[in-house]
């Protein structure tokens, strides 16, 4: 880790009497000031501060500590930096984390992409659904579809992913096909274990309603709930980017098309924008691109069926 860096966050802690003054000082994540001082520490071999719930103070090491720190930190200030055209050129690895079905569909096409235009990099895609510590697992950038984000991390907007209700022909032919949002409490829904398990959200024409769901199948991955939807289980509420081309194909047909389900930001998440290495930089505005264009990004709206897909039958209740 870069001690010139760690030198500045403990300054600046020293100084603020806060980590999180700190972190909105420089730019950077709560976490990762706590990171640069935990690095100070093994540097100096001693505890700095004292931290308690209401003050931040210095230890004896820590203030013999700072006064280096202050020095190194003043001669570091009149080196000249030469100017480098090759420090621009992205290079270096990457690590990427996202969930699974995003990875499939949308970014292993778009990292193959970029690493053809950037040859001297490489990624390294971690695939979890759940919310990873960026700084603890050391990733790089997270690409994150929700509308809840961690206000410790920076987010750049990257797109917006729009869902769609589906089932399979057989399903809605043996349970009848539902009219409005509220007709989804009569059926077996499979639902995502972090992700609106028991509350679908609906909007139209201004107009908002939620309603209670269940069924005898949850996943904590989109793809497996996908699976089962199309071994005809149950209603599923899944991305359009996972479930567009199935309902084109037939195999899945979408439902309550007058009723646009809550839409979720897509964001890249990363901890600090201090010495943002060129590689992500040139990674993040590569997927703003990419996002923005509907060859590799679908909009949000329901897909349209193929033509002479048959249409499911519904059965009065």
């Known amino acids: 880790m870069d001690r010139i860096t760690a030198s500045q966050v403990f300054v600046n802690v020293a100084e603020r009497g806060s980590m999180t003054a700190t972190a909105e000082a420089l730019d950077m994540s709560r976490a990762m000031v706590t990171r640069y001082l935990t690095h100070m520490e093994a540097w100096a071999g001693a505890r700095l501060l004292h931290r308690t719930t209401r003050r931040i103070s210095l230890t004896p090491a820590g203030e013999e500590t700072l006064a280096r720190c202050r020095q190194m930190l003043e001669i570091a200030g009149h080196m000249p930096v030469a100017a480098d055209a090759a420090e621009d050129l992205p290079r270096g690895l990457l690590r990427l984390s996202c969930a699974q079905s995003l990875a499939h569909d949308i970014l292993a096409p778009a990292v193959a992409a970029f690493l053809r235009l950037h040859p001297q990099t490489a990624v390294d895609l971690q ?61 077996n829904c499979l639902t995502h274990s972090y992700f609106g398990k028991s509350l679908w959200q609906f909007e139209r024409q201004g107009h908002q309603v939620a309603v209670p769901v269940g069924g005898n199948f949850s996943a904590n991955e989109s793809q497996v709930v996908l699976a089962a ?8 509420m899944q991305p359009v980017y996972s479930a567009a081309p199935l309902v084109a194909s037939g195999r899945l047909v979408a439902l309550l098309p007058e009723w646009q ?18 590689a992500l930089r040139a990674m993040l505005d590569f997927l703003v691109e990419r996002f923005s264009d509907p060859r590799h990004w679908p909009p949000s709206g329901p897909p349209a069926r193929r033509p002479g897909t048959a249409r499911a039958r519904s059965r009065t209740a």
């Open 127 to 187: 695939i979890s659904d759940r919310m990873v510590n960026l700084v603890e697992e050391r990733i790089d950038l997270a690409i994150r579809i929700t509308n809840d984000l961690d206000p410790n991390l920076i987010a750049r907007p990257l797109g917006s992913c729009g869902s769609l209700v589906c089932a399979t022909p057989a399903y809605l032919a043996a349970h009848g096909t539902p009219r409005l949002p509220e007709e989804l409490a009569l059926h």
């Open 229 to 236: 939807a199309l071994e005809g289980a149950g209603i599923a």
């Open 261 to 278: 389900p809550q839409a979720l930001g897509v964001y890249g998440v990363y901890s600090s924008r201090r010495q943002m290495p060129a």
